[in-house]
């Protein structure tokens, strides 16, 4: 990840450039998050609007989905484009926005969750997901990639990158999880005294392995959004009711402008 100041940037997203933005905001943006408060004298209308203004992309739709923790996914049409945009009262619920039309920014939030977007530069698709734990076990990943699937993306050509979020130093969970995400217990699971923890952040990564993603085509975030020191990202884990929601985004630019 290359660090801009307001937001990682995916190492790819260099390659294309001209055709996409795409990132994950730091938590000095401010909240970015539908349902929660913002805490930095901005307003999260404000704060969501200043990516475009940063990038500037003020021409953008901007489409910010009513996150719930499901596996669902919206397939975003320039009519519904500004849903969520300006508050929750017209957003529509899912937990990741996909599309094929360039000039709309999609954007998902997170706090200790797992924000990942997706690139497929041969048939122009973007997408962004909030993969929580319960996101991630039911399997919001393989539903979003089964879109891709399904429009004839070259899977070898898709760019992936997991953002920030939280891993196995800091996550502490119950033996119920052992159920939940029995097959790959020995990488993702790691007992420390009479505690288990659990690295959400690497079932993430997996399951884009598995889909077939490439994994030179993924950039991972080494980032722990608990613990980490420089950059300082919101934590529910961390901050309880203070936290406050970073952005995962992606829009395509129009490509002959
Ligand atoms: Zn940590």
């Known amino acids: 990840m290359v660090n801009k100041g307001s937001y990682l940037q995916p190492f790819w997203a260099d390659l294309f450039n001209h055709y996409?933005?795409?990132?994950?905001?730091?938590?000095?943006?401010?909240?970015m998050a539908l349902t929660r408060e913002s805490l930095n004298g901005h307003t999260t209308n404000y704060n969501k609007e200043k990516i475009l203004t940063m990038l500037e992309a003020k021409d953008f739709s901007l489409f910010s989905p009513l996150q719930t923790h499901s596996n669902e996914?919206?397939?975003?049409?320039?009519?519904?484009?500004?849903?969520?945009?300006?508050?929750?009262?017209?957003?529509?619920e899912g937990d990741a926005a996909i599309?094929?039309?360039?000039?709309?920014?999609?954007?998902?939030?997170?706090?200790?969750?797992?924000?990942?977007?997706?690139?497929?530069?041969?048939?122009?698709?973007?997408?962004?997901?909030?993969?929580?734990?319960?996101?991630?076990?039911?399997?919001?990943?393989?539903?979003?990639?089964?879109?891709?699937?399904?429009k004839g993306t070259?899977?070898?050509?898709?760019?992936?990158?997991?953002?920030?979020?939280?891993?196995?130093?800091?996550?502490?969970?119950?033996?119920?999880?052992?159920?939940?995400?029995t097959e790959s217990q020995n990488i993702l699971f790691e007992r420390r005294k009479d505690k288990l923890f659990?690295?959400?952040?690497?079932?993430?990564?997996?399951?884009?392995?598995?889909?077939?993603?490439k994994e030179s085509n993924i950039d991972y975030c080494s980032y722990c959004t608990c613990c980490n020191e420089e950059p300082?990202?919101?934590?529910?884990?961390?901050?309880?009711?203070?936290?406050?929601?970073?952005?995962a985004f992606i829009g395509m630019k129009k490509k002959y402008e």
């Open 198 to 213: 659990f690295d959400l952040s690497y079932c993430v990564y997996l399951q884009l392995i598995e889909c077939g993603v």
């Open 99 to 150: 599309t094929e039309n360039e000039k709309i920014m999609l954007l998902t939030t997170w706090a200790d969750c797992i924000p990942v977007i997706l690139y497929s530069p041969g048939n122009n698709i973007v997408a962004t997901i909030h993969s929580g734990w319960k996101g991630t076990y039911k399997q919001i990943i393989n539903n979003v990639l089964s879109f891709f699937h399904k």
């Open 232 to 247: 300082i990202f919101s934590s529910y884990r961390r901050e309880k009711n203070l936290f406050q929601g970073q952005a």
């Open 20 to 31: 996409i933005f795409c990132g994950f905001t730091l938590s000095s943006m401010g909240n």
């Open 73 to 92: 996914f919206i397939e975003v049409l320039p009519d519904i484009s500004n849903c969520g945009r300006y508050g929750k009262d017209d957003a529509l």
């Open 154 to 181: 070259n899977f070898e050509q898709l760019y992936a990158a997991v953002g920030p979020g939280i891993k196995k130093c800091c996550y502490e969970v119950g033996d119920d999880f052992l159920h939940y995400f």
